[in-house]
């Protein structure tokens, strides 16, 4: 299996994007098909129904269309994936319905994967470049803010996440109050570009002394207070509460970086992904910060990458089974919303090296 170009076809719906992906060797992406769901944006975020609908009309397509790109067919795949969660059970729930009927129908192995596994991956896709372990990852999306120490693609412990709001969220919650839509984080980060990040001073939540875990709900509440008080929304304000929020966001990042890298200096990498590491100031922040700590910084190559995608799925499935031939089976693989993160138990205060 060394020698032989591993191709994985994978499926991710776990929100609003029905995304299919053909990858080689978890790292080369021979095609890439995306179907979003604009038809949420009028709701001010994922109706939940809307999108299981749109997801079971449109993956047939997707899947189809993905094949033609690569120029493969079904019987040139070696490996089916699929996010098995966690994310919306009835979005989940058609993916892997379709990835299993395809593994029955086709007896090809099928390899289920960690939403946030299939993130910390998309580092690696279109990567030619080494990455050093042992690593810092910092997924930031939509739904989670987590922070994991990995020593290998496939092995890591959860050191923190967030006790309330996802970042990704707050930048959602954030641009509704501010009337700018959904989703929130590239309308947010796109007027913060113009504005004063000095101008409010929100508060910095890094909790005890100690502590890797996020909070983002008092900041959510801070910027929620001071539109209520203000007497007009102008453009001026949108772009300096944008700004403020963002450098606020940034800032905490840093101090919660800085934590683990004192307290595990055996670190190598950083790496930053999920949805918000879209974001252009706050990678650049990262970026500069780790220069002082000589630690390497990985980020996903495009921003495409960076948000929920099918690559990334392949990715992971590919690192996995090359770890655990076992894991590939001809089987159906059940949705699961809530699953726990692999490995999920936190690193030991006391266990530093
Ligand atoms: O990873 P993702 O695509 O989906 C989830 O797994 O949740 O992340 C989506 C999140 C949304 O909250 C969205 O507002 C945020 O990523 N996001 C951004 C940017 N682009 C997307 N947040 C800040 N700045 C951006 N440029
Ligand atoms: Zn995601």
Not at 36 to 65: C, D, M, T
Not at 109 to 124: A, E, K, R, T
Request: with cysteine; glycine share 6%; net charge neutral.
């Amino acid at each position: 299996m060394r020698h032989k170009k591993i191709k994985i076809l994978a499926f991710e719906t776990s929100c609003d994007d029905t995304a299919v992906a053909v990858v080689e060797n978890g790292k080369k992406v021979l095609s890439e098909v995306r179907v979003s769901q604009a038809q949420h944006n009028a709701w001010g975020g994922v109706v939940p129904e809307i999108a299981a609908r749109l997801h079971a009309e449109k993956w047939k397509g997707a899947l189809e269309e993905c094949l033609k790109k690569a120029n493969l067919s079904m019987e040139e795949i070696d490996f089916l994936a699929c996010t098995q969660g966690p994310g919306l059970q009835t979005s989940l729930l058609i993916g892997n319905t379709a990835a299993s009927f395809l593994s029955l129908q086709h007896q090809k192995p099928l390899i289920p994967v960690h939403h946030i596994h299939g993130h910390i991956c998309s580092v690696f896709l279109e990567r030619v470049e080494e990455i050093s372990f042992p690593a810092l990852v910092l997924t930031v999306s939509g739904g989670h803010t987590q922070m994991h120490l990995f020593y290998s693609e496939v092995d890591g412990v959860m050191l923190g996440t967030t006790l309330d709001d996802a970042a990704g969220e707050a930048f959602d919650k954030v641009a509704k109050m501010l009337g700018l839509g959904y989703p929130g984080g590239p309308i947010v980060s796109e007027k913060a570009e113009k504005g004063d990040k000095k101008k409010y001073d929100f508060p910095k939540i890094y909790l005890e002394k100690d502590s890797l875990d996020f909070s983002f709900s008092g900041l959510k509440a801070s910027v929620y207070r001071l539109i209520e008080q203000v007497e007009s929304v102008d453009e001026i304000f949108i772009t300096d509460v944008c700004a403020s929020f963002e450098y606020t966001v940034g800032k905490i990042f840093l101090k919660k970086i800085e934590r683990v890298l004192e307290k595990y200096p055996e670190i190598k990498s950083v790496f930053f992904v999920g949805g918000v590491s879209a974001n252009q100031y706050l990678k650049s922040v990262i970026r500069e910060f780790l220069q002082h700590y000589c630690k390497n910084f990985f980020t996903p190559q495009n921003i495409n990458f960076s948000t929920d995608n099918a690559a990334m799925i392949g990715s992971a499935a590919y690192f996995l089974v090359q770890k655990n031939p076992q894991i590939a089976k001809v089987q159906f693989v059940e949705a699961d919303s809530r699953l726990c993160f692999l490995g999920s138990t936190k690193k030991n205060k006391s266990d530093t090296n």
